[in-house]
């Protein structure tokens, strides 16, 4: 939790966050994940100042675990002074204590969105979901949260203004953003009226470009010209010096060209959706679907 103290910005784990959106579809299945097409409501976690503190705590952390599906997990919260937004303990359950630190006492509106992220953990602990390192898994749980229809209270609790700063979760808010992005693409969803943080929003606003340009790469046929071109030219190279192996477009390229004797030219590319790794023949237009997350993609090889 970022208190009066600098947020790092931009998308410095972007590589993990997309591994994380991997591993959720294959732990889950297209069909579990699909199960998560409404996301939490801003209404289902309200909380005013006029609210009973536990029993507010209590009936939010009750809706996020409904969201989850978790219907035997009893979530006990507390409060305490502590350096981190909230902590809970994960064992075999039912019943899991949950910390919140003490300033939720009376910044309440948040405490959804620190539930959100420790819910979250308690979800990938049954599903025996983890990433190695507490940094990639905590990670994970903030992409779990943002993809699975939780993590937008994430992202609306970040604010700003001339003399202090919050910020809740592991990721950037710009971070945050994409995944939510992503998961609106994927279900057809507008959360950018949900947002109460103008910090929050247009760090969404932000993702989104950001999500949308994971649709527009090479082979892609949604691909801008540039892309195209730069395409063009690394397919020549592979078809001229491809003596089987693998070869990697460029440092930059999202790409990679593949040859095994007489096997005709093969590019690699990750899904726009679930960013698992798509091989299809290099020989013009082709349509492809992802096994993992079903997607289908309109190519030009």
């Avoid at 939490?40 to 705590?57: E, I, Q, R």
Wanted: charged share 25%.
């Amino acid at each position: 939790m970022a208190d009066d103290g600098p947020v790092e910005r931009g998308y410095p784990h972007l590589e993990t966050v997309r591994a994380a959106i991997t591993a959720l579809y294959r732990r889950l299945s297209y069909v579990t994940v699909r199960t998560f097409a409404t996301s939490v409501a801003p209404v289902d976690v309200a909380f005013c100042d006029t609210d009973d503190l536990h029993l507010g705590a209590q009936r939010v952390a009750r809706e996020l675990v409904r969201h989850y599906g978790l219907p035997d997990a009893r979530l006990i919260v507390g409060f305490r002074e502590m350096r981190h937004a909230a902590n809970v303990e994960l064992t075999a359950g039912p019943e899991y204590f949950v910390e919140l630190n003490d300033r939720f006492r009376t910044h309440r509106r948040d405490i959804g969105a620190a539930l959100a992220h420790e819910v979250t953990h308690v979800y990938l602990h049954r599903l025996d979901l983890s990433f190695p390192g507490t940094r990639d898994n905590e990670i994970l749980t903030d992409t779990a949260a943002a993809y699975l229809g939780a993590g937008w209270l994430l992202l609306d609790a970040f604010r700003q203004d001339g003399v202090s700063s919050q910020k809740l979760g592991y990721l950037t808010p710009e971070e945050f953003g994409y995944v939510v992005a992503k998961r609106a693409l994927v279900f057809g969803e507008d959360p950018s009226t949900w947002f109460t943080s103008p910090q929050g929003y247009e760090a969404y606003v932000e993702g989104m470009d950001r999500a949308r340009r994971d649709a527009r790469q090479p082979p892609l046929t949604a691909a801008g010209w540039s892309g195209r071109r730069r395409y063009a030219r690394d397919r020549r190279h592979a078809q001229d010096h491809g003596h089987g192996g693998e070869r990697t477009a460029s440092p930059t390229a999202p790409y990679s060209f593949t040859s095994g004797g007489p096997e005709p030219l093969r590019v690699s590319f990750p899904c726009p959706t679930c960013h698992q790794r798509i091989r299809v023949p290099v020989r013009g237009r082709v349509r492809a679907r992802c096994g993992l997350c079903r997607t289908v993609l309109e190519c030009d090889t």
